[in-house]
């Protein structure tokens, strides 16, 4: 375990009996396999320069054309976390109220899983840190500005059929491409979590309700939010997860 932070005890026996070595060295593949979604977090503070560092293994992940438009908010004043707190617990009983366990999952599990949702709805106020993480589209506006003479020659040679495509399937591409700039930094971030001891989950539904969250932390309309990760010291154990065989296909389906 790195030096320069020092997590609670009850923290730190929680992630020794599980036995996997923390810190900048921590093996992969064990941190992956034990990387459970945790919501049970403790009120304690999460040292501001460990939060820094796991924004900074996020920025390590690849983004789309190289752009590094990714763009963080960490939250840990207690008044903004209190002024979320309503939106994420009207999302929250919403989610409680419509979701269908997956059939792979066992009832038992599916019970525990909403019952953490539901604790970490009515303790939201004792998270210690949320990093919201979004895409700045100012870069790629300007760029379709910039380049709009160049887009529209190579649209014309697709021809009229592929041409028509291309148009239907343009803003389901640029969705994408935002995604797929921001989700393999958040995988980052959770990993490098992991690998210090501390508990953090992905979540979406902030979505649903987008434009209250970025109103109460300011986040202007040229930047697209794609996850919030709460983050802080586990109340709960590291363990093994549990995940269904993939269903491979070669070479066609």
Request: hydrophobic share 45%; glycine share 6%.
């Amino acid at each position: 375990m790195s030096e320069d932070y020092t997590p609670p005890e009850a923290a730190t026996s929680a992630v020794e009996r599980h036995g996997v070595a923390l810190g900048p060295d921590a093996p992969l593949f064990d941190i992956m396999s034990t990387m459970r979604a945790m919501r049970r977090l403790r009120p304690d503070p999460v040292p501001r320069e460990l939060l820094e560092r796991l924004v900074e293994a996020a920025t390590w992940a690849p983004s789309g054309s190289n752009s590094q438009t990714y763009a963080y908010v960490i939250v840990t004043d207690r008044a903004q976390i209190a002024r979320l707190a309503p939106i994420w617990r009207t999302i929250a009983e919403w989610y409680g109220a419509t979701q269908k366990p997956a059939d792979h999952m066992a009832a038992d599990y599916a019970e525990r899983m909403v019952a953490a949702v539901r604790e970490q709805a009515e303790r939201f106020e004792e998270i210690p840190a949320l990093i919201v993480a979004g895409y700045d589209l100012s870069a790629a506006r300007r760029n379709v500005v910039e380049n709009a003479p160049a887009i529209l020659a190579a649209t014309r040679k697709l021809g009229p059929r592929r041409a028509l495509e291309f148009t239907r399937n343009t803003k389901k591409t640029m969705l994408l491409g935002e995604a797929s700039s921001v989700y393999p930094g958040v995988q980052n971030l959770l990993l490098a979590a992991r690998a210090h001891g501390l508990a953090a989950t992905m979540t979406t539904w902030h979505t649903f309700l987008e434009g209250e969250f970025k109103a109460v932390l300011g986040i202007p309309g040229h930047v697209h939010t794609f996850a919030i990760v709460p983050v802080g010291w586990p109340r709960g154990h590291f363990g093994p997860v549990s995940r269904r065989p993939a269903e491979i296909h070669w070479d066609r389906w």
